[in-house]
Nanobody, 124 residues
Framework: QVQLVESGGGLVQAGGSLRLSCAASGRTISDYGMAWFRQAPGKEREFAAAINWNGANKYYVDSVKGRFTVSRDNAKNTVYLQMNSLKPDDTAVYYC?????????????????WGQGTQVTVSS
């Protein structure tokens, strides 16, 4: 019902910035909480950031607090992840996800829809 397509990933040096976008189609994202998860090779999928349906509440894993900012533009049906001061440990495939939830944003199994992912590589 909801298709999500991430873009904006790439190769960046440590300390640099990237802005990821998640474009949704099929349904308005106004009804959904949205999140970004990431997965490094050989590691479990990890919660990175989330934003509730109207953008009033934002959530971040401790390791990205102060560096990443999640936002949304419901009129454009798009969610963003601004990533600053990137570190090599941020290297991962970043996935956008959507769910009609009001809590538990950090739990991957709460999400019904997922994008294909976009690669972020941070070099030293």
């Amino acid at each position: 019902q909801v298709q999500l397509v991430e873009s904006g990933g790439g190769l960046v040096q440590a300390g640099g910035s990237l802005r990821l976008s998640c474009a949704a189609s099929g349904r308005t994202i106004s009804d959904y909480g949205m999140a970004w998860f990431r997965q490094a090779p050989g590691k479990e999928r990890e919660f990175a950031a989330a934003i509730n349906w109207n953008g009033a509440n934002k959530y971040y894993v401790d390791s990205v607090k102060g560096r990443f900012t999640v936002s949304r533009d419901n009129a454009k049906n798009t969610v963003y992840l601004q990533m600053n001061s990137l570190k090599p440990d941020d290297t991962a495939v970043y996935y956008c996800a959507a769910a009609r939830i009001t809590s538990g944003y950090e739990r991957w199994y709460k999400y019904d829809y997922w994008g294909q992912g976009t690669q972020v590589t941070v070099s030293s």
